[in-house]
């Protein structure tokens, strides 16, 4: 499927492409200008989506197929993406902005991420289990059915492919619903899915407004799961639902991770994993390093470094020859971020650099903003506290590390969290007090699908990626033969 307006409009149901109920505008960050309507479900498609996914999943053909010819379905789906990566990282580059070099290495991740659950198929193993008496026990793992998985608008590739690709492999159907504001690489991740052999209806794309396709979704009865990355608020949304419907979901959601330099620390080494932490992706990350901890005997000289590091950043359009950064994912995100620099104002803090759109003219009809480093602020300011979701960093000392752990605990999030630190026995100990699902030592967004990975507290319940990623998504059953 090329992607024109007209064919974003359409909801992949059932193998086929089903005009939208109705649609809405997507519209480039980078320029301001729309890229095309794109499809809005109602709630008979909803229906229609659920209807189909039950009936392919219990099809024999899908519930009987062996491992290794569904690891070869996954394998099939990384070389089309791999085949489509150019038009992939374009779509999601004027969906959300991101620049071209970080669409294409997010491309390339997700074809990893097929191949690697592609591998986790065919090999992963029940377990035989100590009988207490004359008979053999054994756990076999079977799928929940139809799940539905709703994926953010900062990562749409990755987070899609961590989730169909477990979920598949766990033999599951899965119906894909998008963020409203990348919808159309989900929908060329549907078109991949049908070109690679997966049966119709094990994979429906819906796209949609969460108000809208994605409450109904979440509400539907033929639904037994959901897995859910995005904000915390959403997120307690559709925990609410689930306890009603007593259904399993996996949440990863926000976060407001401690970045914590040492003062024997290789402070050139820090500046850039504090830079790549918080103004990747325009800061808007999940584990965006944005509460920045420095010791107090080195913060003034690791600020300069800092500071002259974030200045030569170039905020371009996302398509520029070196572009670092390009704009914020929607002109409503960068009127969230600059409200919440101005309450840091109020709050004490002094904008040490950026706090502000950029000034140069081709950059004027996108919703840019520079990358920003708040400092002054105490513990317990607005924005210290709540999770920015964008390129704003701030900067705050430490003393010793009980001071530091009181601090660097001190929120309600717990999704990630680093330490730079000569120092091991340090960094060990360390580590293992921060209230994080990750932590990482003497780097920054350190990822791997062969990791679990998951938030503490209000960041989130459940383990994507890893062979625990692919239980996620199925139900353990105890078998017994008398002996």
């Not at 409450?215 to 949304?237: C, N, Q």
């Not at 602020?377 to 607005?382: F, T």
Request: hydrophobic share 45%; charged share 20%.
């Amino acid at each position: 499927m090329s992607q024109t307006s007209s064919q974003a409009k359409s909801l992949l149901i059932d193998g086929r492409w089903t005009p939208a109920a109705q649609t809405f505008a997507s519209v480039n960050p980078a320029t301001g200008a729309a890229n095309f309507e794109v499809g809005a479900a109602d709630a008979a498609q909803v229906d229609a989506a659920v209807d189909s996914a039950w009936r392919a999943v219990r099809q024999k053909a899908w519930r009987d197929m062996l491992p290794h010819q569904r690891a070869a379905l996954l394998r099939r789906m990384a070389d089309g993406i791999d085949a489509n990566a150019d038009l992939l990282a374009r779509l999601q580059m004027i969906e959300n902005g991101k620049v071209w070099n970080e669409c294409k290495a997010q491309v390339a991740s997700a074809a990893a991420t097929f191949r690697y659950y592609a591998g986790v198929c065919e090999t992963v193993t029940s377990e035989v289990t100590p009988p207490r008496g004359n008979y053999l026990s054994l756990t076999q793992y079977e799928p929940y059915g139809v799940i539905v998985a709703i994926t953010p608008w900062n990562s749409p590739l990755t987070m899609e492919a961590q989730k169909i690709a477990p979920a598949l492999a766990a033999g599951n159907a899965v119906i894909l619903k998008p963020s409203e504001v990348t919808s159309s690489p989900a929908l060329e991740l549907g078109r991949i899915a049908l070109e690679a052999g997966l049966p119709p209806g094990i994979l429906n794309v819906v796209t949609g407004l969460g108000s809208g396709a994605g409450k109904l979704l979440v509400e539907h009865p033929g639904v037994r799961m959901v897995s859910f990355t995005g904000g915390t608020a959403s997120g307690r949304a559709i925990a609410r639902v689930a306890a009603d419907k007593l259904m399993p979901v996996a949440l990863e959601l926000g976060g407001k991770s401690p970045h914590i330099v040492c003062a024997d620390a290789d402070l050139d080494a820090a500046v850039e994993g504090v830079i790549g932490g918080i103004f990747e992706g325009s800061g808007q990350s999940c584990v965006a390093g944005s509460r920045l901890y420095v010791q107090r005997s080195v913060q003034q000289v690791f600020l300069e470094k800092l500071l002259a590091r974030t200045r030569a950043i170039r905020v371009d359009q996302p398509d520029a020859q070196g572009a670092g950064m390009g704009p914020i994912a929607s002109f409503a995100h960068r009127e969230k971020i600059e409200s919440m620099v101005a309450s840091a104002l109020k709050d004490g803090g002094e904008i040490l650099v950026g706090g502000k759109r950029p000034d140069e003219d081709h950059l004027a009809q996108g919703a840019f903003y520079l990358p920003t480093v708040i400092g002054g602020l105490k513990s317990d300011a607005y924005v210290v506290r709540e999770e920015i979701f964008g390129p704003v960093l701030c900067a705050l000392p430490f003393d010793d590390e009980d001071d530091l752990i009181a601090q660097a605990n001190d929120s309600v999030y717990g999704l990630a969290s680093g330490i730079w630190t000569a120092d091991y026995r340090r960094a060990w100990r360390v580590a293992r007090q921060l209230e994080a699902g990750s932590v990482w030592v003497n780097t920054y967004k350190q990822l791997s699908i062969s990791t679990p990975f998951g938030g503490f507290k209000q960041s989130g319940i459940g383990r994507e990626k890893g062979i625990s990623g692919l239980r996620l998504y199925q139900q353990s059953k105890g078998i017994y033969f008398a002996m």
